[in-house]
């Protein structure tokens, strides 16, 4: 494990020392690199009063490129695909040294809060938002109640 | 090529067209040869020089990478080394891992003693990133054994260096240990800092907020947003990787004019073309272009700095004084721009607090007495003192060129590839109707000899593709 770089380890320590309102994120014991991530979805929102569990990954070269995260829990977002996998401009292109796991999961948990349908992953749900967008939240609402919301 | 003109004014009379021929391959291949012997010396300067040498130092810091990334870095090393010696930018200095400002002089020195390392050992030659991937992989049978020769030779390269560097620690062990026992260990070791160098480096030390481990607290500061980085943080920032304007995926890129490369943002502001400005210390000058070796740095030979500790009338006078003995230090001009009187009085601050700390930190002094540093404000790219990562990271335009031309490469292999499944389609334009011409007229041999061709040309895709597979996952393994 000597090679797990400080910032990691000092990330981890202070996840759990200063831990996030509504988010969890737990390292393996035999991968330090490999988080189990649980979010809170925000009040407010269709995905309110459900856990969504996602595996959050640091590269090699993290902090200089961005951590890769995906949902495991299916979630109905115009910007999560069917894989899990998330469109949010800060894993990507916009992605900053200065951002931490602590700041990146906030700023999907923020997603769950204002799905953007402009610029979609899922197209189908995109277009579903964009044209009953009460349907498309009645739909997330029962997807969150019925993967979301599992007793453990 | 570029030579046929030529050879067409000389005429075939002057000089028989094979010898021309000939003698065109032969310079051809000796420039060839020519680039190849260039382009291993510089590799091998590039690595020699992220070689942390603790008699190269500046300031106590160094003039290569401690190693908190395990990848090497892929900046110019002869500009940064230029820019450190220069006080433009930070040395590369040793971190701690902790730090805790409640700690005695003696608790730190021991902390340092036991904790300070030129370099961190987690890097081996298997880590390192072998670029070329699948550049070539149209024309593989002819470069391949080249390729797979420069990768043995960087392999080897990569282990000298990480020798050199093992080799360069157990030196400094060493002479550390010898210059803190024998008793003109100072003379004889002149560049093992002396604890007055230390506890005025590491006193106030303060965490960078990209690597989460402590630094001297001389450190380079964001143009825009004046923020803290190291040394080692800054010089991983670049730009991205050439890519398609937004919304337009990798695979669909067809246009190789149409990839960009955008200058680094400030991880701390987004602001656009990331730059850092740096302020030397004004106590600590030692090492290359300093005014003192490392060994013989010490507060107290500088009594014009150092705040008496007496109570009464005498405090602000002597306090002035380090105000001046600082501003006068600063015009003597250490290499920075940005040594203005300003800039003096923000530092002097911080260079305050490490007197009292040297002077054991007896009593809340005159520190926070002190003006208030005075924010900066933004600076432009261009100002002078800005460094910028392009400025560090030249190489990107040649990176842009080469993404353009593979992106080139692979839609003239995709134009042959389509071309040629049009030849076998002969009048045929549609699937539906191809399939319908072999149920109702094609001969059964014509069937098979087409169906052959087709997997075969599926095979071929297929193997190049798996190639392309097991090269990013080399690379990415690599990195």
């Known amino acids: 494990m000597s090679s797990l770089p400080k910032r990691i380890i000092k990330e981890t320590e202070r996840l759990v020392s200063d831990p996030v309102p509504g988010i969890s994120a737990i390292p393996h014991d035999d991968n330090l690199r490999y988080f189990d991530v649980a979010i809170q979805g925000p009040s407010g929102s269709p995905y309110e009063d459900g856990t969504f569990k996602l595996e959050l990954y640091l590269p090699d070269d993290y902090p200089m490129c961005a951590p890769k995260v995906r949902f495991l829990t299916k979630i109905y977002h115009p910007n999560i695909d069917k894989l899990g996998r998330i469109c949010l401009d800060v894993l990507k ?60 | 090529m570029g030579n046929a003109p030529g050879r067409e004014e000389r005429g075939p009379q002057t000089l028989p067209r094979e010898r021309s021929q000939f003698g065109d391959k032969l310079t051809a291949h000796l420039k060839r040869k020519k680039k190849e012997e260039e382009r291993e010396k510089l590799l091998e300067t590039r690595y020699t020089n992220l070689v942390v040498r603790y008699q190269e130092t500046v300031d106590g810091g160094y003039l290569a990478p401690y190693g908190t990334y395990k990848a090497f870095p892929d900046y110019d090393t002869l500009v940064v080394k230029l820019l450190i010696t220069e006080r433009k930018l930070a040395p590369f200095y040793s971190p701690l891992d902790d730090f805790d400002e409640t700690w005695t002089q003696e608790e730190l020195l021991v902390v340092l003693m036991n904790n300070l390392r030129l370099f961190l050992p987690n890097r081996t030659a298997e880590d390192e990133e072998i670029d070329d991937a699948d550049d070539h992989k149209l024309h593989k049978s002819q470069t391949l054994m080249k390729r797979l020769e420069q990768k043995q030779k960087l392999k080897a390269l990569i282990e000298r260096t990480i020798k050199q560097q093992k080799k360069e620690q157990l030196r400094y062990n060493h002479d550390r240990q010898q210059a803190f026992v024998s008793e003109n260990g100072s003379t004889r ?29 001389h450190m380079n500061y964001s143009r825009c947003c004046e923020q803290p980085i190291c040394t080692e943080c800054f010089v991983h920032i670049r730009r991205n990787e050439p890519h398609p304007p937004h919304d337009v995926p ?19 502001c987004a602001m656009p073309d990331f730059g850092v400005t740096y302020t030397p210390p004004l106590l600590i000058c030692t090492g290359i272009q300093g005014s003192c070796a490392p060994a013989e740095f010490s507060i107290y030979t500088r009594n014009d700095l ?173 990195e």
């Not at chain 2, 460094?387 to 030249?394: G, K, L, R, V």
């Not at chain 2, 002969?426 to 191809?434: L, N, P, Q």
Request: proline letters at 6%.
């Open chain 2, 189 to 217: 070791y002149p560049s093992i800092p002396s604890n007055d160098l230390l506890l005025a480096l590491y006193g106030n030390a303060i965490e960078c907020p990209i690597c989460f481990v402590y630094y001297p607290p």
């Open chain 2, 250 to 268: 990798e695979e669909e890129a067809t246009d190789p004019e149409s990839l960009i490369s955008l200058p680094a943002n400030c991880p701390f």
């Open chain 2, 306 to 478: 150092v705040i008496e500790e007496e109570e009464g009338s005498s405090k602000p006078k002597t306090r002035a004084r380090a105000i001046s003995a600082a501003i006068s230090l600063s015009h003597s001009g250490m290499g920075s721009p940005r040594n203005s009187v300003e800039a003096g009085l923000a530092r002097s601050s911080v260079d305050a607090g490490l007197v009292r700390r040297l002077n054991d930190g007896s009593a809340a002094s005159s520190n926070t007495n002190l003006e208030a540093p005075k924010r900066r404000g933004s600076l432009a790219a261009s100002a002078p003192g800005v460094i910028t990562t392009d400025a560090i990271q030249p190489d990107w335009e040649t990176k842009l060129m080469s993404a353009r031309a593979r992106i080139a490469r692979r839609s003239a292999a995709a134009t042959a590839i389509h071309a040629s499944s049009l030849i076998i389609q002969g009048d045929e334009t549609s699937d539906i109707d191809r399939r319908r011409l072999f149920r109702r007229t094609g001969s059964a041999q014509e069937q098979l000899a087409i169906e052959e061709r087709m997997i075969q040309q599926a095979m071929k895709l297929s193997l190049l593709e798996e190639e392309q597979r097991q090269h990013t996952e080399r690379a990415r393994r690599g």
């Open chain 1, 93 to 152: 292109n916009n992605w900053s040294p200065a951002l931490q796991i602590r700041t990146i999961l906030l700023s999907i948990q923020a997603l769950l809060g204002a799905p953007n349908p402009d610029d979609p992953l899922a197209n189908e749900v995109a277009e579903e938002w964009k044209s009953n967008e009460a349907l498309a939240i009645a739909t997330a609402k029962s997807w969150t109640e019925q993967f979301a919301k599992e007793g453990d």
